[in-house]
């Protein structure tokens, strides 16, 4: 069902998107980088076997490159020996690449996680990446705030119509009221800039 005029569309599908890419690709996008499915890794693979690391310091700061280049050089040479060691050299170059980038961006290293736990929205923005195109991406962004926010707003409404009754349907409102004013203050602030208040 549509229940939005098409102007008011586009107008949440800029605001949407806009707090939908600040949020999931800040915090969600530092902890998809240390992933073994993740974008870091994946290049460092695929650098490991054709031997070339020009293409994955672009995720290291310059002052890093040396190093990085160093033990990719060295990851290579143990590769060699197959098994085992090629696997121990992998995780090494991965550690070592990974640190580097995550410091870049202000977040610790707290190891290699496994594949699969990507979060799912992080998984489209990088498909939008990789296709060139944005338009599903959007169209789902702006689907699930929709949601989220016409059912904040239902559920407030219908507790407000209550909530001089007697206390307990005042405070069942007012459980209601704060959740639903305190999202979309925070994706207001999101997508002014602002920092959010934490709830």
Request: net charge negative; with cysteine.
């Amino acid at each position: 069902m549509t229940y939005l005029r098409l102007p008011l569309r586009k107008t949440l599908l800029a605001l949407a998107a806009s707090s939908a890419l600040t949020l999931a690709l800040a915090a969600p996008a530092m902890a998809h980088c240390d992933a073994l499915d993740g974008p870091v890794i994946s290049e460092a693979r695929i650098a490991l076997e054709s031997g070339d690391v020009t293409p994955v310091l672009k995720w290291v700061p310059a002052a890093d490159e040396a190093r990085i280049s160093s033990t990719f050089e060295k990851a290579r040479e143990v590769r060699q020996n197959g098994g085992s060691a090629q696997e121990l050299a992998d995780q090494q170059f991965f550690a070592e690449l990974v640190e580097s980038h995550r410091a870049s961006e202000g977040a610790p290293f707290t190891g290699i996680k496994p594949a699969g736990k990507i979060d799912p929205v992080v998984q489209l923005a990088d498909k939008a990446l990789e296709e060139g195109e944005i338009n599903a991406f959007l169209a789902r962004i702006v689907e699930k705030f929709e949601h989220n926010a016409r059912s904040a707003f239902e559920a407030t409404l219908a507790a407000k119509q209550q909530a001089d009754n007697d206390p307990e349907r005042g405070r069942v409102f007012v459980d209601h009221y704060v959740h639903y004013v305190h999202y979309l203050e925070d994706v207001h602030n999101v997508i002014a800039g602002n920092s959010g208040h934490g709830h």
